[in-house]
């Protein structure tokens, strides 16, 4: 399995993995347009400026996930699995996987990200890699999902513990 820059063709298969509104939400924001077009998609996803990447098996998109400097550390964002493939450990080599190039790329050592708190279940997998809630930095800032941060080499340990 391995992780590479995002295709056209991940775009039409990752726009199939969120049919309504709320899934769309939860997973892109309450920014994301829905519902959204091929172009919406792009641009609300951001995924010809951030750092965008599948995780794949062959050919054939499993997850999907971005970083980029956030508050001074690795944020992962729009992290999501394919609807098939939930429950079979890819998130999580998902979140392995975008931390090494991007705590690289970014030189960082913690890592961030949101969870909607409609996302039970992504957020005990967060927590189970080592994540815990905290207050957004910015008070500021009004963030409409918890805020999860994690030491990458806990996340790295916890990661190689569940396998």
């Not at 508050?71 to 493939?85: D, F, I, Q, S, T």
Request: hydrophobic letters at 35%.
């Amino acid at each position: 399995m391995t992780l590479r820059p995002v295709t056209p063709a991940d775009l039409h298969v990752m726009m199939s993995w969120f049919p309504d509104q709320q899934s769309c939400r939860n997973w892109g924001g309450p920014e994301f347009r829905f519902p959204f077009s091929e172009q919406s998609f792009l641009e609300d996803a951001q995924l010809q400026t951030l750092p965008s990447y599948s995780y794949c098996d062959d050919d054939r998109l499993l997850a999907f996930g971005q970083y980029y400097l956030r508050a001074g550390r690795c944020h992962l964002a729009r992290l999501a699995v394919a609807p098939a493939e939930r429950g079979k450990g890819h998130g999580t080599r998902l979140i392995v996987a975008l931390l090494d190039c991007g705590s690289t790329a970014l030189g960082t050592t913690e890592c961030s990200l949101f969870v909607s708190t409609s996302n039970p279940r992504a957020a005990r997998l967060y927590e189970r890699l080592g994540f815990t809630e905290m207050q957004y930095p910015d008070p500021t800032l009004m963030v409409p999902a918890s805020y999860m941060v994690a030491e990458i080499t806990a996340v790295r340990e916890r990661s190689s513990a569940a396998y």
